[in-house]
């Protein structure tokens, strides 16, 4: 990790100021009075479609994005990715006074909800509003700029340097992944800290810290077996059949891979006489009789990890899990490259200590870590070995991914008073 680390471990030990600067009292109040425009950017965010796959959609929302940063001073830069058959990446670059710290700043342009999905608009309701991508993470993006423009009315957003990342395809990542997470990863060994501003946490109405996300990654099993009639099911000649084998493995999965900071799951699963997935692999047909032995059956799933080691011994225990073969029956699993897990470090929870020491000065409660079990992964994680950071700095929502997503329209702006106190204390070292 970055020797930054080491100083923000020394500060934890520091005690807390009695109260905001002169400076970041501005700040706060400048978000305050921009929660009008907030909300207003939000409604237009959110109604502009952005599903992973509408190339066109993501792209308008880049441009959005980009008429809210230059007048900010930001040098932005559209990444055109046809290669990975995704829109690209928006990154943004300011530079601070000398000798300040380099902050890169995460989020994403895309959302789950494609064109084609019935939930399409904003609707907003009191204190909350409800739309495709409200929190995750348009209303991320949305606390981002609010922070940055307090910091702008207030003086300090020159006390840091920032890189911004907002890429096109975080719900859907582009293939392969090394090109589609180049510019992200190559920003990440320029940082001195990175903040992401996916959706906040919060567990019995408690803000919670994420100082950790999980990896994400995806499976593919898939067994033969010999067919016939069913009265010759387990004979030398035929053995067990494809769904049987398939059951054994999934049933040694359950009993043979469980460990601390692990979940498993298998998605999807069609057999019989002949099954397959189409070519997203989110659909399966198949066909089959009750006396027929199955040929074929195959299976998707993912497993989510703390770290590479627990990812790499995961994969081994169900490597050798398959190849104990069932009599007369083969089976093979492939294993896609998806998110890499963020880790715990002494780093990140300096940071974490670091927000509560903002936390302290603006009267909020302290943010206790959370468990990394409470949220899925990310792409804070692709930077997580260079660079140490904090997720979930964006507003709290609800029902994420699915009709209904819900955000908590005052959770932006104290979550954009943290991070707009945050960014200028670490830009300076603080």
């Known amino acids: ?13 520091l005690p807390a100021l009695a109260a905001p600067s002169p ?22 965010l959110v109604n502009q479609n952005s599903g992973t796959m509408n190339v066109a959609g993501v792209e308008t929302v880049g441009r959005m994005l980009r008429a809210e940063l230059e007048p900010l001073g930001f040098t932005v830069v559209w990444k055109p990715l046809p290669q990975t058959k995704r829109a690209g990446h928006l990154i943004a670059t300011r530079m601070g006074a000398k000798g300040t710290k380099r902050l890169l700043l995460i989020g994403h342009l895309d959302t789950v909800f494609e064109a084609d999905s019935p939930f399409q608009s904003y609707r907003r309701t009191g204190d909350t509003a409800e739309g495709p991508g409200v929190g995750d993470d348009k209303g991320g993006m949305v606390v981002m700029l609010s922070a940055l423009r307090a910091m702008k009315i207030a003086g300090t957003i020159d006390d840091a340097t920032f890189e911004i990342v907002l890429t096109g395809d975080e719900e859907r990542t582009g293939d392969p992944v090394d090109i589609a997470r180049a510019d992200l990863i190559a920003a990440g060994r320029r940082a001195d800290v990175a903040l992401d501003f996916e959706g906040l946490v919060r567990q019995d109405g408690r803000d919670m810290g994420s100082i950790a996300r999980r990896s994400s990654n995806s499976w593919q099993l898939t067994t ?10 387990f004979d030398a000649a035929h053995g067990d059949g494809a769904i049987n ?10 009993t043979q891979l469980p460990e601390k900071n692990l979940t498993f799951n298998t998605g999807l699963l069609v057999g019989g006489a002949t099954a397959a997935f189409d070519a997203d692999a989110v659909r399966g ?4 009789k009750p006396n027929i032995i199955p040929a074929v059956a195959t299976a998707r799933g993912d497993f989510r990890t703390l770290s590479d080691e627990q990812t790499a011994r995961v994969r081994a225990r169900m490597i050798a899990i398959v190849a104990a073969h069932a009599p007369g029956t083969d089976a093979k699993i492939l294993f896609d490259e998806g998110y890499p897990p963020m880790a715990p470090t002494a780093g990140n929870r300096a940071i974490l200590a670091k927000l509560n020491m903002v936390n ?15 949220r899925g992964a990310g792409d804070i994680a692709f930077v ?32 954009a008073k943290r991070a707009a106190l945050l960014m200028a204390r670490l830009g300076r070292g603080g």
């Open 224 to 233: 033969t077996g010999t067919t016939g009639h069913s009265s010759l099911i």
């Open 23 to 44: 400076a970041e009292r501005r700040a706060v109040a400048a978000v305050d009075a921009d929660q009008p425009r907030a909300i207003a950017l939000l409604e237009r």
């Open 384 to 415: 997580a070995k260079d660079v140490d950071g904090l997720a979930g700095l964006g507003p709290y929502s609800v029902g994420d991914h699915a009709p209904g997503e819900t955000v908590d329209l005052p959770s932006i702006a104290v979550q």
């Open 285 to 288: 047909t198949a066909t089959g």
């Open 245 to 254: 084998e398939m059951a054994r493995i999934l049933a040694a999965f359950r």
């Open 1 to 13: 990790m970055k020797p930054f680390a080491a100083l923000l471990l020394a500060a934890t030990s």
């Open 360 to 374: 302290r000065d603006l009267g909020l409660a302290e943010m206790p870590e959370l468990d990394p079990l409470k």
